[in-house]
């Protein structure tokens, strides 16, 4: 625990201008972001006795090691370097609002030459238009079915429209009326094109233009005793209208606005928002998040509109933003969504009427939300809490180990020799940092040497970390710290090193980490025999009760990185199984394997066969026959298998090897 007075800086060398500035830890990482119109009043507050401090703030000063700032002309520019730091770094102190799930969107591919209506999920790409996003992606589906019979625009994959263009035959909805079929040339590009810019017009509110358009159609139809055609056109404007009532009116004046409402604790907080397009709300989303820094409704507010709209542009911001309370500088944030819209924002806080009511609604969503999750997570929380101080105290750490990581070997008959690494944080897996290994310092099996080597390889990599960032320079020069702070692959080191054996396997991963003078970091293996805990130098194992949430723990942390590495080692295995002579043979892709194969039947008989015989397979050449016999030679078999357990001599039939 560091003494922030030790890293306080000096009276007068902060500047009193807008900027943003980050905390760091001993190691370097930025632990926390922030911005001020002054940094110099901003982080004095920071520097106040502990005990007048805030209790999250008073843990992330005593954290840091070091603060630095960076300055800045206006607020708008505070606002989004610190969104780009946040999001760079992601720093453990910063609240930040993730998604509990991928929420799907409907899509309209305008960056192709025939735009393709999907569902998509993820992240957003250029020249894409979105909607929603959907509570379901089946709500997606049948809205677009309703809306194909109007707006014919292509929904196939790449794969099948170009079938059906080489075939010239389009696929059941270029049958049914529900596709234009431009794989076969029915419409030209532009009239496809055409039809996509007004499916996407009315998705995004236009809807009236349409439905008055097409009843008039419909009337002089009628009027001219075209009877099919007026039934087709109603029953278009029957299709439209289902459409639009699966999206009920909720503002007038056909409004585009996105509202924020919070539900908070003194833990957590949870965040719905509406997306009204056109005065329907076209989607909704929500997120709950730990309030892992002293922040109020503002605060958590201006975090969420960073959150939505970092990385927007254009229509995708709407013109209103209605929020339950305004941030701290809500001009610089008005002035940065304006800035990321092209156009006047306006952010304010309902007051009356429709919008106040529904603001109402999505609060009432916004609560549920944090009473559904606290009901889920509460046991959970707890349960974690107590598993880590069983550990610690099982192990006699001198606190929880909130960062565990484990290591295990594996391989089939001393082949494909493989380790993995899995990280849990606060009891939870982080698998973004999950590591995979290959055994380069020797053949065959051996578990402990293997262990050692993994181990070794690991903390050698986290003490390059460290000199890298300056933390541990013999020289004591310190590289630009611009450099650091990001999270980088082997550059956190853990409070317990959990290995996936008995006594042997310890002892080879404690000396791995005494011969590079680690001295703080706690080891232990897990057996699976009895499920005992050893430690190093231990001639007893630790056993904790069958009941153990600290053991249940262990357990988890075990089985997860003996999956992990034997995933890793089947796919080694089957990418080995999987390769061929042929593979050796330079310029002979998948295609021409695939020939030769067909043309002979196995790579046996094509080993027996001459280079003429070779070169009459459509697309080769002499020297790459030639080439494909002398791989043939080379990798040819010095004596038959046999089948031990039948005695047969196996046939080398090769095939599907290529």
């Known amino acids: 625990m560091a003494d922030p007075s030790s890293y306080r800086p000096k009276p007068g060398q902060i500047p009193d201008s807008p900027g943003v500035y980050k905390f760091r830890d001993e190691h370097r990482r930025v632990i926390y972001v922030g911005k ?99 509570a379901h992606a089946w709500a997606i589906r049948e809205t677009v079915d309703l809306m194909l019979r109007v707006f014919p625009v292509r929904t196939c994959s790449a794969g099948v429209f170009r079938n059906a263009a080489s075939a010239g035959r389009p696929c059941l909805l270029g049958y049914i009326g529900k596709c234009s079929a431009p794989c076969v040339g029915r419409v030209t590009p532009e009239e496809h094109r055409e039809l996509a810019e007004e499916f996407s017009d009315f998705m995004a509110g236009r809807t009236g233009t349409y439905i008055r358009r097409l009843e008039k159609q419909m009337m002089l139809a009628a009027e001219d005793m075209e009877y ?147 009901t889920k997570r509460a046991s959970d929380l707890t349960t974690r809490s107590r598993a880590l101080e069983e550990i610690a105290e099982a192990l006699d750490l001198d606190s929880a180990p909130l960062r565990i990581e484990c290591f295990d070997i594996s391989h089939l008959q001393g082949e494909d020799v493989v380790a993995s690494m899995v990280v849990f944080e606060d009891g939870l897996p982080r698998k973004s940092e999950y590591r995979r290994f290959q055994i380069k310092g020797f053949e065959g099996q051996d578990d402990v040497r293997s262990m050692h080597e993994v181990i070794g390889r690991r903390f050698r990599r986290y003490l390059a970390e460290k000199e890298k960032t300056g933390e541990w320079d013999p020289e004591g020069v310190v590289e630009d710290p611009e450099e650091s702070g990001r999270p980088k692959r082997f550059a956190y080191p853990p409070q317990l090193v959990v290995v996936d054996g008995g006594q042997p396997q310890v002892a080879a991963a404690r000396r791995a980490l005494d011969e590079l003078g680690i001295d703080d970091i706690a080891v232990c293996g897990l057996a699976k025999r009895l499920e005992e805990v050893w430690l190093p130098g231990d001639d007893d194992p630790v056993v904790l009760p069958r009941s153990s949430e600290g053991l249940y723990l262990l357990q988890r942390v075990r089985d997860t990185a003996h999956d992990f590495a034997i995933r890793y080692q089947r796919s080694k295995r089957t990418k080995r199984i999987r390769t061929s002579p042929l593979d050796d043979v330079p310029g002979l892709g998948d295609t021409r394997k695939r020939a030769l194969i067909k043309h002979f039947g196995s790579v046996k008989r094509l080993r027996q066969a001459t280079i003429e015989q070779i070169c009459e397979v459509p697309g080769m050449g002499r020297k790459t026959a030639e080439a494909v016999a002398v791989a043939l030679a080379r990798a040819a078999p010095a004596a038959p298998a046999v089948n031990t357990a039948t005695g047969e001599i196996m046939e080398d039939d090769g095939g599907g090897t290529a």
């Open 36 to 134: 001020a119109k002054s940094l110099r009043q901003r982080l004095a507050n920071y520097f106040q006795p502990l005990t007048s401090l805030h209790p999250r703030t008073a843990t992330m000063v005593t954290t840091a090691a070091s603060v630095e700032w960076t300055v800045v002309s206006t607020e708008v520019e505070a606002l989004q370097l610190e969104y780009s730091w946040i999001k760079e770094y992601d720093p453990r102190f910063n609240v930040k609002y993730r998604d509990d799930k991928s929420y799907p969107y409907l899509a309209v591919t305008m960056n192709e030459e025939f735009p393709r209506v999907q569902v998509m999920r993820g992240h957003k790409k250029k020249g894409v238009r979105y909607f929603g996003p959907y």
């Open 228 to 374: 099919e055609r007026a039934g087709r056109l109603r029953d278009d404007i029957e299709a439209l209208r289902r459409a639009m009532e699966k999206s009920a009116v909720v503002l007038a004046d056909a409004t585009d606005a996105d509202l924020i409402a919070l539900a908070e604790d003194e833990l957590e907080a949870a965040v719905q928002i509406f997306h009204v397009r056109g005065g329907r709300v076209r989607g909704q989303r929500g997120w709950v998040t730990d309030k892992v820094e002293a922040v109020d409704t503002a605060g958590l507010v201006e975090h969420a509109i960073q959150q939505l709209y970092g990385e927007e542009s254009g229509d995708t911001v709407p013109k209103e933003v209605l929020v339950p309370a305004l941030p701290e500088d809500t001009e610089a944030v008005t002035a940065w969504l304006t800035g990321r819209r092209g156009s006047n924002v306006s952010l304010r806080i309902p007051q009356r009427g429709d919008k106040k009511d529904l603001m109402a609604t999505v609060a009432r969503n916004a609560q549920q939300a944090l009473v559904l999750h606290k």
